[in-house]
């Protein structure tokens, strides 16, 4: 089975880091290192499935991938 993708990226403005995961609407969370936004992301994953169980709301199936770029000699 795919699992979700995990966007990490650092935030100046929020001066941190954001993880985000793109198929799970507004599913994201902020930490002060990027171990510690990847822990907050994967709790705010398990809770938006279980909300969405929960509520028999539609689960989507892992699809985002990012763009992947070849270097041409």
């Not at 941190?16 to 902020?30: E, H, M, Q, R």
């Not at 809770?47 to 699809?63: D, N, S, T, V, Y």
């Amino acid at each position: 089975m795919k699992d979700y993708h995990i966007n990490i990226f650092y935030s100046e403005e929020d001066d941190g880091y954001i993880a985000d995961i793109p198929d799970l609407k507004y599913c994201s969370a902020f930490g002060s290192t990027e171990e510690e936004a990847l822990r907050e992301v994967l709790k705010a994953k398990t809770a938006w499935l279980e909300a969405a169980k929960a509520e028999a709301k539609p689960i989507p199936e892992p699809k985002y991938r990012p763009a992947i770029y070849q270097l041409v000699s």
